[in-house]
Each structure stands twice: as structure tokens, then as C-alpha cells.
């Protein structure tokens, strides 16, 4: 067995020259006023070892890797019947787009864009005010982490409500070809508050364990989802995680990934590991420069890959 510890190490001692590269994610204003200067590496193995290296234990805003956790909620509560309001093709735009969703009739191609996710959150809160939902998600990652500390950082949800004019364009559109069933503002408020949930690497890496270990938490021995939806959801990693970057994503790293804006990637080696990186400043495909940059040390240095040895 390979020294993980020593592999995390080297690979956060070699990309240290580079902490601060990469551009913040300043269309959500509270997000623009992070230190861009932080990187952290944190890895969970199926066998409850952590190795982390650099800034592990800051909160950042996880954005778009929620969609992981929101997602695996919404196909807990009407399985396959998702695949009505959302497609599983990847969608070789940006996250934000809006031309595919009028050509295709207000079905988002897959549920880690924001349509799809909008459509995700959409389903959670059926049968919930959209407190309710807000909670179920938050206590859900809480559970998944073992960590009741982790909460929603309200700044990040306010000035997201405030400027998500994009978003807002999305999911008017979508409930005008009738792919909401919630009012707009409600589908919106669970969306931005899941979005502004903030986390840990090293609680992240933990959270994200139950990919990488056939649907079960390793720690507890709990089960979390089937081995066979867990393998489905590194699927959409894999193909849809990183947006117009999934392709470059899956021939540099060659695992499952989500990133958000917030600059954190959760990654997947199946039956090995769970993985979450961290650096604030994104490439222009809006995933973290040095993150990426870190998986990708990472997996060579590891030999991890869904592709072989
Ligand atoms: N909350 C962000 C948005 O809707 C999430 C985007 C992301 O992380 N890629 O724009």
C-alpha cells in the first residue's frame, strides 16, 4: 500500500508556488471576498484513514458539489422518476446556460447544471415548506459527514438570492414548460441555501465516502444508498461533474468528480478513496485551478482511475 500520507504531502508541497492562481467567483459578490490564497487537500480512505494536507478544517462555500448530496436525496424519494424532469447527457455548456433548456423544451440535460439542479431541488421540497427541505438537506450532509456542526453560511445565501438573476431566468423558464411543480421563489430558496452550505475538506472528503464504497458509509457501516445507484451517481461525475470541463477533467484525473464555484472539488476512487480539494481561484470553465491541478498529481501518484491501471 502506497504512503498516502507522503502522496498527499508531495503533491500539496509541489503545487505550493502556485496557491492564489486561478480568478474568483465574483458573480456572487460574497464569494469574491474569500483569500484566494488557500489550498487544502483531504482524503478519507474506505478503511476510515484520513491523510489532509494545507487548509483541511476552513469552511468554504461547497455551490455545485451540494448537487452530489441533492441529488442522491432526490433519487431516494422518487428514483428513476427523475429521469422525466432531467436528462443524464452532459451538457458541453456552461453551467449557467440557458440556450440548450429552450431547444430542449425545459428538461435540463443533466441534474449538475443549474436547470437540473433547480429541477432536483424541485422534487426535495415536494411535500415540505421550503424551510423544511433546506433542513432535510443540511441534515442529511450532517449525517453523511458525522458532523451535526455543519450549516448554511447566510451570506452566501443572501447574496446569491440577491444577484441569481441567471438562475432565476432558468427556473422561470422551466416552469413555463411546466417542470416545477413548486412556485418559483420556494424551488430558488432551497436551491441558493443548499448551494450556500459551507464545509470542511476533511468533512467533505467524509461526506462523499459513501461513493466511494459501494453506496455505504465505511465508519458506521451504515448504508447510505445501493452499491448499484452508487456506481450511477460517479457515472454522472464522471460525465457531467465538471461542465464544459468534464471531458478534460476525465482524461487528466480519470475519476468522478463535482466541483462548485466556492473552488472545491469532491472526487471518488472507487473502493478506495473519497477525495476533496480546495483553492478558491477557477479556471475559465469555472472549476478550481489548483484543485484540479491537485486530483490530477493526485491520481497519477496514486494510480487511481476508473480507466485501469
Ligand atoms: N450557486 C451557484 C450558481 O447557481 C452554483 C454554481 C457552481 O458551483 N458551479 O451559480
Given at each position: 500500500?502506497?504512503?498516502?500520507?507522503?502522496?498527499?504531502?508531495?503533491?500539496?508541497?509541489?503545487?505550493?508556488?502556485?496557491?492564489?492562481?486561478?480568478?474568483?467567483?465574483?458573480?456572487?459578490?460574497?464569494?469574491?471576498?474569500?483569500?484566494?490564497?488557500q489550498f487544502g487537500i483531504a482524503l478519507v480512505t474506505?478503511?476510515?484513514?484520513?491523510?489532509?494536507?494545507?487548509?483541511?478544517?476552513?469552511?468554504?462555500?461547497?455551490?455545485?458539489?451540494?448537487?452530489?448530496?441533492?441529488?442522491?436525496?432526490?433519487?431516494?424519494?422518487?428514483?428513476?422518476?427523475?429521469?422525466?424532469?432531467?436528462?443524464?447527457?452532459?451538457?458541453?455548456?456552461?453551467?449557467?446556460?440557458?440556450?440548450?433548456?429552450?431547444?430542449?423544451?425545459?428538461?435540463?440535460?443533466?441534474?449538475?447544471?443549474?436547470?437540473?439542479?433547480?429541477?432536483?431541488?424541485?422534487?426535495?421540497?415536494?411535500?415540505?415548506?421550503?424551510?423544511?427541505?433546506?433542513?432535510?438537506?443540511?441534515?442529511?450532509?450532517?449525517?453523511?459527514?458525522?458532523?451535526?456542526?455543519?450549516?448554511?453560511?447566510?451570506?452566501?445565501?443572501?447574496?446569491?438570492?440577491?444577484?441569481?438573476?441567471?438562475?432565476?431566468?432558468?427556473?422561470?423558464?422551466?416552469?413555463?414548460?411546466?417542470?416545477?411543480?413548486?412556485?418559483?421563489?420556494?424551488?430558488?430558496?432551497?436551491?441558493?441555501?443548499?448551494?450556500?452550505?459551507?464545509?470542511?475538506?476533511?468533512?467533505?472528503?467524509?461526506?462523499?465516502?459513501?461513493?466511494?464504497?459501494?453506496?455505504?458509509?465505511?465508519?458506521?457501516?451504515?448504508?447510505?444508498?445501493?452499491?448499484?445507484?452508487?456506481?450511477?451517481?460517479?457515472?454522472?461525475?464522471?460525465?457531467?461533474?465538471?461542465?464544459?470541463?468534464?471531458?478534460?477533467?476525465?482524461?487528466?484525473?480519470?475519476?468522478?468528480?463535482?466541483?462548485?464555484?466556492?473552488?472545491?472539488?469532491?472526487?471518488?476512487?472507487?473502493?478506495?478513496?473519497?477525495?476533496a480539494v480546495w483553492s478558491p481561484g477557477l479556471n475559465?470553465?469555472?472549476?478550481?485551478?489548483?484543485?484540479?491541478?491537485?486530483?490530477?498529481?493526485?491520481?497519477?501518484?496514486?494510480?487511481?482511475?476508473?480507466?485501469?491501471?
Open positions: 500500500m502506497a504512503d498516502l500520507q507522503a502522496i498527499v504531502d508531495s503533491v500539496y508541497y509541489d503545487l505550493s508556488d502556485r496557491i492564489g492562481e486561478g480568478k474568483l467567483a465574483d458573480y456572487i459578490p460574497e464569494l469574491a471576498t474569500v483569500d484566494p490564497k474506505v478503511d476510515g484513514q484520513t491523510h489532509a494536507a494545507g487548509d483541511t478544517e476552513t469552511a468554504f462555500s461547497i455551490q455545485s458539489i451540494s448537487k452530489v448530496f441533492t441529488l442522491t436525496l432526490a433519487l431516494g424519494k422518487i428514483g428513476d422518476g427523475l429521469w422525466k424532469r432531467v436528462g443524464r447527457e452532459p451538457s458541453g455548456n456552461a453551467f449557467n446556460s440557458i440556450v440548450q433548456l429552450e431547444q430542449e423544451k425545459g428538461k435540463p440535460r443533466n441534474p449538475f447544471i443549474n436547470a437540473g439542479a433547480i429541477a432536483v431541488a424541485d422534487v426535495v421540497l415536494a411535500g415540505h415548506l421550503p424551510k423544511e427541505a433546506i433542513g432535510e438537506i443540511v441534515q442529511f450532509i450532517r449525517h453523511l459527514a458525522d458532523d451535526e456542526s455543519i450549516a448554511i453560511d447566510q451570506n452566501v445565501a443572501r447574496s446569491e438570492t440577491q444577484t441569481g438573476y441567471r438562475n432565476v431566468a432558468l427556473a422561470n423558464f422551466m416552469k413555463a414548460f411546466r417542470n416545477l411543480d413548486h412556485p418559483v421563489e420556494h424551488v430558488l430558496g432551497v436551491y441558493f441555501h443548499h448551494c450556500a452550505i459551507a464545509m470542511s475538506c476533511r468533512q467533505l472528503a467524509h461526506a462523499g465516502l459513501y461513493l466511494a464504497s459501494a453506496g455505504r458509509n465505511p465508519l458506521n457501516g451504515g448504508s447510505v444508498v445501493s452499491a448499484s445507484r452508487a456506481r450511477r451517481i460517479n457515472a454522472l461525475m464522471l460525465m457531467c461533474g465538471h461542465y464544459d470541463g468534464s471531458g478534460d477533467f476525465a482524461y487528466r484525473v480519470g475519476l468522478p468528480g463535482k466541483s462548485g464555484v466556492g473552488g472545491g472539488i469532491l472526487a471518488t476512487a472507487p473502493g478506495k478513496a473519497s477525495i475559465e470553465v469555472g472549476n478550481s485551478q489548483l484543485g484540479s491541478a491537485a486530483l490530477e498529481l493526485l491520481a497519477q501518484r496514486t494510480g487511481w482511475s476508473v480507466f485501469g491501471q
